[in-house]
T-cell receptor, first 111, second 114 residues
Framework: SQQGEEDPQALSIQEGENATMNCSYKTSINNLQWYRQNSGRGLVHLILIRSNEREKHSGRLRVTLDTSKKSSSLLITASRAADTASYFCATDATSGSRLTFGEGTQLTVNP | AAGVIQSPRHLIKEKRETATLKCYPIPRHDTVYWYQQGPGQDPQFLISFYEKMQSDKGSIPDRFSAQQFSDYHSELNMSSLELGDSALYFC?????????????FGSGTRLTVV
C-alpha cells in the first residue's frame, strides 16, 4: 500500500474474544475510515473518525486515532463467526480527494 | 435505501478487447470514485469525479479512461485489455467528498481477461 500498513496481516480468534487490528499511515489526514470486506465482495463502511477525534464507538466497534503517531486501531468486542472478513483502514488525506487503503487484516473468528 | 449500482457483475474478455464498466452512484452524492482490487490486494485508487468533473487521478493506465455523465452515472472504459487487468473494479460514491460520512461502495465488477 502507498499509504500505510495494517497489523497483523492475519488474525484468528475464538468466538466471544476481542479482536484488535492496527493501522499506520504516512500523510496528514482529514479522517480515517475502517471498511470490511467479505471474500470477493464489496467494501462496507464501518466507521469514520475525524482527525480531531481520538476515540469513537459504534456498537461492538471501538476505533482510536493517534495523529501524533499516525496510527489507528479497530477493536471488535465479543466477536462472532459472522465477523470473519478482511478489514481495511483507509485515509482521506488533506491534500487530495481520494481514499487510500491499507493492506488489510484477514480476521477469522472460529465458532 | 438505494446503494451504488455497478454493472455488469461479472465480465469475461479476451486480451486486446475493450470493456466498459458502469456505475450509478447514490442520488445526491457529489463524488464518484473508481478502484481496482487485484487478488489478495488492497483497493487501488484509479480516478474520481466531483460534480461531473475529474477531481483526482491515481494509478490509472493510459489504456483506461472514465467519465461522469449529466445524470451522474459514470463509466470506466478499458481498452487493449491485458491479463493483468483481471481484478475486481469498484465504484464508490460520497457526499461532500466523504469528509463526514465515508464512501459507499458498489458490489464491484469482476473482470477476467483470458
Amino acid at each position: 500500500s502507498q499509504q500505510g500498513e495494517e497489523d497483523p496481516q492475519a488474525l484468528s480468534i475464538q468466538e466471544g474474544e476481542n479482536a484488535t487490528m492496527n493501522c499506520s499511515y504516512k500523510t496528514s489526514i482529514n479522517n480515517l475510515q475502517w471498511y470490511r470486506q467479505n471474500s470477493g465482495r464489496g467494501l462496507v463502511h464501518l466507521i469514520l473518525i475525524r482527525s480531531n477525534e481520538r476515540e469513537k464507538h459504534s456498537g461492538r466497534l471501538r476505533v482510536t486515532l493517534d495523529t501524533s503517531k499516525k496510527s489507528s486501531s479497530l477493536l471488535i468486542t465479543a466477536s462472532r463467526a459472522a465477523d470473519t472478513a478482511s478489514y481495511f483502514c483507509a485515509t482521506d488525506a488533506t491534500s487530495g480527494s481520494r481514499l487510500t487503503f491499507g493492506e488489510g487484516t484477514q480476521l477469522t473468528v472460529n465458532p | 435505501a438505494a446503494g451504488v449500482i455497478q454493472s455488469p457483475r461479472h465480465l469475461i474478455k479476451e486480451k486486446r478487447e475493450t470493456a466498459t464498466l458502469k456505475c450509478y452512484p447514490i442520488p445526491r452524492h457529489d463524488t464518484v470514485y473508481w478502484y481496482q482490487q487485484g487478488p489478495g490486494q488492497d483497493p487501488q485508487f484509479l480516478i474520481s469525479f466531483y460534480e461531473k468533473m475529474q477531481s483526482d487521478k491515481g494509478s490509472i493506465p493510459d489504456r483506461f479512461s472514465a467519465q461522469q455523465f449529466s445524470d451522474y452515472h459514470s463509466e470506466l472504459n478499458m481498452s487493449s485489455l491485458e491479463l493483468g487487468d483481471s481484478a475486481l473494479y469498484f465504484c464508490a460514491s460520497s457526499f461532500d467528498r466523504g469528509r463526514f460520512y465515508g464512501y459507499t461502495f458498489g458490489s464491484g465488477t469482476r473482470l477476467t481477461v483470458v
